[in-house]
């Protein structure tokens, strides 16, 4: 009997197209993968329950971490959990048999239990204190609001929350703070939804652009995810499957023009690079030339789904090699 066969662990919720990324990479015995935003381990788990794989599972958050030591446990052997960034994801497993694998998959931004715990500081709909950083280190969601100018402050909203009302809200911030500190989600809610429109039955909250632009910033999350795709290259053997979930046109967008870039296609692989084609050999060749969206089975189950799109590629035989003149280091 397969270790496959033999445990069977059932996790907390089940993570957004997990069939759709099931299928793209696969999982059969004798695989190396890598879930690189481990959160709940939904994707790992659903990995090691079908498949008598090896699994190596990433997450910079320390509560992710400690959840997972159970499944740990569970999948002995066949399942190594790493406390970090996923920019760092080479570093992470130098040395370990997940140096070179045969599928990697990214499901970006927040989880689920971090919305759901007031204390993170991540939701408007939950009042807790305003931090919003995955890890407990640098600087927090409070610190950039009652601190950055106002300009500054209309910038990250604007870059990263894509916010039209941006300026108005920034100004609305400073004007807020100088009778006292703006400490808590639900004050910042508050200033918020003063000033904004109220949306239309249906449309999301005015507050949620504001709050994902915060936390992208305080993060780093987009230059987090450009070096972490970078790496994909390396530590991807040939014919190895890249699969990734975003839920917003940011996050997208770079997973977009990566793997068009890296696909020989015109594109451009970072946002810091102006448009370009490619001419050495591809690296990648897309699996997706659009990217594939949750059912609406799925987005009736789960709200979460509705804004999410799933990207994959496979790694050709083009050997790696340093990545500056294709938009990523």
């Known amino acids: 009997m397969s270790g496959a066969q033999k445990t069977r662990y059932v996790g907390l919720h089940t993570p957004v197209m997990l069939d759709e990324v099931s299928a793209a990479l696969r999982p059969e015995a004798g ?3 890598i879930d690189a935003t481990f959160g709940n381990g939904g994707y790992s788990m659903h990995f090691l329950n079908i498949a008598d794989c090896h699994v190596a599972a990433l997450d910079r958050d320390p509560d992710a971490i400690a959840r997972g030591q159970a499944i740990v446990q569970a999948f002995s052997g066949r399942l190594s959990l790493y406390e970090g960034s996923f920019s760092a994801i080479r570093q992470m497993v130098a040395g370990s048999n997940f140096e070179q694998v045969d599928g990697i998959v990214f499901d970006l931004g927040v989880c689920s239990t971090q919305l759901d715990q007031a204390e993170r500081g991540f939701s408007f709909r939950l009042d807790g204190p305003l931090d919003m950083r995955m ?8 610190d950039v609001i009652n601190s950055y100018k106002e300009e500054q402050i209309a910038d990250i909203l604007w870059r ?3 916010e039209r009302f941006s300026r108005r809200i ?3 911030i400073v004007k807020a703070r100088t ?3 703006i400490a ?3 004050q910042l809610a508050e200033i918020i939804h003063s000033v904004m429109p109220r949306p239309k039955p249906g449309k999301p909250d005015s507050a949620t652009r504001t709050f994902q632009a915060l936390r992208i910033h305080v993060n780093q999350e987009l230059d987090e995810l450009e070096h972490a795709l970078a790496a994909c290259v390396y530590l991807l053997k040939p014919g190895g499957i890249l699969a990734v979930v975003s839920f917003h046109s940011l996050e ?3 997973v977009k023009q990566f793997m068009a870039g890296m696909s020989g296609l015109r594109g451009r692989p970072s946002r810091h690079r102006p448009d370009q084609e490619t001419h050495s050999p591809p690296l990648f060749a897309l699996v997706t030339r659009k990217p594939v969206l949750p059912s609406s089975a799925e987005e009736l189950a789960n709200p979460r789904a509705r804004s999410a799109k799933l990207r994959v590629a496979r790694r050709t035989d083009t050997p790696a090699t340093p990545l500056p003149n294709r938009g990523f280091s």
């Open 179 to 181: 009778d006292s500190p």
């Open 170 to 172: 920034a100004r609305a």
């Open 252 to 254: 997208d967008r770079i």
């Open 135 to 142: 890890t407990p280190a640098g600087e927090s969601a409070g």
């Open 184 to 186: 808590r989600t639900g």
């Open 31 to 33: 695989k190396m993968l």
């Open 160 to 162: 990263y929350g894509e």
